[in-house]
């Protein structure tokens, strides 16, 4: 498991841990940092001796503030975290993949499909008022 904030991680990977009966790692980290990720999959690779065989990415939200607040700095970040680190972890656990012939990648994007989510006051919805 990565995540950056410690404390919250630790103690998911000790829930699991306990529910599951399986061992499991926790590595801090900013997934929207490339060393960061390079860093994770080495760590998981050398503590479980060998290839990942599923990779799921599943990171951060989308800041929901409306067209006339968006804060781009906000939004640069959770591009970088959820399409950029979602590729690069899964460029570098998808050579081992392939080579063993299996493996599996899941892309959780978020929550609205389960949810919903009131277009009218995110960005994309506000900006389409008049329309």
Request: with cysteine; aromatic share 6%.
């Amino acid at each position: 498991m990565v995540a950056r904030t410690e404390d919250a991680l630790r103690r998911a990977a000790d829930d699991i841990a306990l529910a599951s009966g399986r061992r499991v790692l926790a590595v801090p980290a900013d997934a929207s940092v490339p060393e960061a990720i390079i860093n994770a999959i080495q760590q998981a690779s050398l503590e479980f001796g060998g290839s990942i065989d599923i990779l799921v990415n599943n990171a951060g939200s989308t800041p929901e503030d409306g067209i006339d607040h968006v804060d781009f700095a906000k939004w640069q970040y959770s591009i970088a975290l959820k399409q950029f680190g979602y590729a690069r972890f899964a460029q570098l656990v998808l050579p081992a993949m392939r080579a063993q012939k299996w493996g599996r990648i899941v892309n959780v994007i978020g929550r609205s499909g389960h949810t919903g989510r009131d277009l009218s006051i995110s960005p994309v919805g506000q900006s389409m008022r008049g329309c």
